[in-house]
């Protein structure tokens, strides 16, 4: 079945490490999408890819970042340099957006 | 992304009860998504209004486009418990690439 794969379910990090957060699409969709999600909250936008090779900064850029070599791929790195990583990510493609399952990060 | 105002934050009824939600903004917006989110999953495309005006239902859901395009409207009639969660509203820049979701209405349904 197409559709986002992010993976893992949940995550530990320990202070101050990177970590990746992995998302692949199999639905041929350009544009990808990263958020991040906090208890009770909306949606904030981290990073957005237009196309293979190509992102811009969201509203909440600082301490993450991203690549996009292939198309499929849209991985996130939260750097140590995000003081408060602690929260729900989501990556989602094209508009209408499809979402994939999340990713949990918590602080050891 | 313009900004976008949901209210109310949460919503409590009993099932049975109507309930809405507004998705306001300062500017006119392109075009208005809705989306909805279980307890601990991810959000689901509900629907997308393009026009001015515009009226859409599916089964007990309507949702409605101001004429100055700088709100909307989703009302649930007569709520079941399967309606449970997080009713976001979000709007595309003019690049049409980034959006702007709002905070969210939380429904709870008591059964």
């Known amino acids: 079945d197409g559709g986002i794969t992010q993976s893992p379910k949940y995550l530990f990090r320990k202070e101050g490490q990177n970590v990746t957060l992995s998302c692949e699409q199999n639905?041929?969709?350009?544009?990808m999408y990263w958020y991040r999600q906090d208890p009770g909250q909306g949606l904030r936008l981290i990073y957005y890819?237009?196309?293979?090779?190509?992102?811009q900064k969201g509203d909440i850029a600082e301490g993450y970042s991203v690549s996009r070599e292939k198309k499929e791929s849209f991985p996130l790195t939260v750097t140590s340099a995000q003081k408060n990583p602690t929260a729900f990510y989501l990556c989602?493609?094209?508009?209408?957006?499809?979402f994939g399952d999340g990713t949990r990060l918590s602080i050891l | 992304g313009q900004q976008v105002m949901q209210i109310p934050q949460y919503q409590h009824v009993q099932e049975g009860e109507d309930f809405t939600t507004y998705c306001n903004s300062s500017?006119?917006?392109?075009?208005i998504q809705w989306y909805k989110q279980r307890p601990g999953g991810h959000p689901v495309f509900l629907i997308q209004?393009?026009?001015?005006?515009e009226v859409k239902k599916q089964k007990r859901l309507t949702f409605q486009f101001g004429e100055a395009k700088k709100n909307s409207s989703l009302h649930i009639t007569a709520t079941q418990t399967t309606d449970v969660g997080t009713y976001f509203c979000?709007?595309?820049?003019?690049?049409?690439?980034?959006?702007?979701f709002g905070k969210g209405t939380l429904l709870t349904v008591n059964p």
């Open positions: 989602a493609s094209t508009q209408p957006q499809h």
């Open positions: 639905l041929n969709h350009d544009a």
């Open positions: 890819s237009q196309i293979v090779n190509d992102f």
């Open positions: 500017t006119t917006l392109s075009n």
């Open positions: 209004l393009v026009k001015s005006g």
């Open positions: 979000t709007n595309s820049g003019g690049s049409n690439y980034k959006l702007t």
